[in-house]
C-alpha cells in the first residue's frame, strides 16, 4: 500500500476520532487510547536534523513514556507515545541517543545478542540501507542502559522465532535474556519478536521465558487482556511530517486490519487462479 494511500486513510482516521471523542464524553463513554510505540531501527548522520524535528513534533502533539507503560492518553488529550529501537545499531547511540536525552525523551534499544559489535548478520545485501551498521558493544550497552536507556531483548540471531522448533525459539528467549541481564545487571523483561513473526505458541515461550511484554512490528495489540503483546507503528527519519504525525497519534492502528484483508483477498484470488487452471 503506497505512503500517499496511507496518508490519506490516516487523515480519516483522525477526522472520525475528532467526532468520536467528545461524543464519547458526551454520552459517558470517554475514549482511552493505548500507548502508541514506535519502532526505529538506525538513525545515520544525513538523517540528525530530520530526528530531532520529529522528536520536537513527538513532544508537541504526545506525552513520552517508557515501552512498557500502561498509560493512555492524557488529560490534555495528547496520545501516550514509547520511542523504540531495534537491533541496537551504533548509528542510534551516536546520532539519535544525544537528541533524545536532550530532550529527555525515554527510549528502549532491542538487542540481538550473537552480534554484539559486529555488523548485522542477517544483512545480507550490500546495498541495504543497514548493511554499514554496527550493533553495540556489550560497553556500550552498559553506558546507554547507565544514561537511561531500558534495553529490550531481539532474540540471539534475529532469527524468526516462529520459523524454528520449539527448542530452538526457547532457547532464542532465554539466552538472549541471560546475556543481556548479566551485561546490564537489571532485569530484562521486554522481548521485540525479529520480522514481528509471532504466533500462539511463540508467545507462550515468551511468557515462560519471564519477559513482560513481547512486541510486534504493525500498531496492533491481541486482546489478551494483560496487554503482553504490544503492536508498534515504524517510523523513519525520512518519513513526512504529515506521515510521522499521523503515526504519532495513532492514526495507522487501522494498518494490520488492512494487511489481513489483503491476504485474505490474495487467498481466494490464488484458489480462483489454480480452479481456473484446471
Not at 239 to 265: N, S
Request: charged residues 25%; aromatic residues 8%; contains cysteine.
Amino acid at each position: 500500500m503506497g505512503r500517499i494511500l496511507k496518508v490519506a486513510v490516516g487523515l480519516l482516521c483522525v477526522t472520525f476520532d475528532a467526532v468520536r471523542r467528545p461524543l464519547g464524553r458526551w454520552v459517558g463513554y470517554p475514549a482511552r487510547s493505548p500507548t502508541v510505540v514506535l519502532m526505529y531501527h538506525a538513525v545515520k548522520l544525513h538523517e540528525r536534523a530530520a530526528f530531532a524535528r520529529q522528536m520536537d513534533l513527538l513532544l508537541r502533539v504526545g506525552n513520552p513514556v517508557q515501552a512498557d507503560s500502561r498509560a493512555s492518553a492524557a488529560v490534555d488529550g495528547r496520545a501516550a507515545v514509547a520511542v523504540t529501537f531495534d537491533d541496537a545499531y551504533r548509528s542510534v547511540l551516536e546520532n539519535a541517543v544525544p537528541i533524545l536525552r536532550e530532550r529527555q525523551i525515554p527510549f528502549t534499544l532491542f538487542v540481538p545478542t550473537n552480534c554484539l559489535g559486529k555488523s548485522p548478520e542477517w544483512v545480507k545485501d550490500e546495498r541495504h540501507p543497514y548493511a554499514r551498521e554496527t550493533v553495540l558493544t556489550a560497553e556500550e550497552l552498559k553506558s546507554v542502559r547507565r544514561i537511561g536507556a531500558v534495553i529490550g531483548s531481539h532474540g540471539v540471531s534475529h532469527r524468526a522465532l516462529t520459523e524454528l522448533s520449539g527448542a530452538e525459539a526457547s532457547a532464542e528467549l532465554a539466552e538472549s535474556r541471560a546475556v543481556l541481564q548479566k551485561i546490564v545487571g537489571s532485569t530484562v523483561d521486554l522481548f521485540a519478536l525479529p520480522y514481528g513473526a509471532s504466533n500462539s505458541e511463540v508467545l507462550r515461550l515468551a511468557k515462560e521465558a519471564g519477559y513482560s511484554h513481547v512486541f510486534l512490528s504493525v500498531p496492533f495489540s491481541y486482546a489478551d487482556g494483560d496487554g503482553f503483546v504490544r503492536g508498534r507503528v515504524e517510523v523513519y527519519p525520512s518519513d513526512w511530517m504529515l506521515e510521522y504525525r499521523l503515526k504519532v497519534v495513532g492514526a495507522y492502528r487501522w494498518l494490520p486490519y488492512a494487511i489481513a484483508a489483503k491476504r485474505r483477498v490474495m487467498v481466494v484470488l490464488n484458489k480462483l487462479r489454480l480452479q481456473t487452471a484446471d
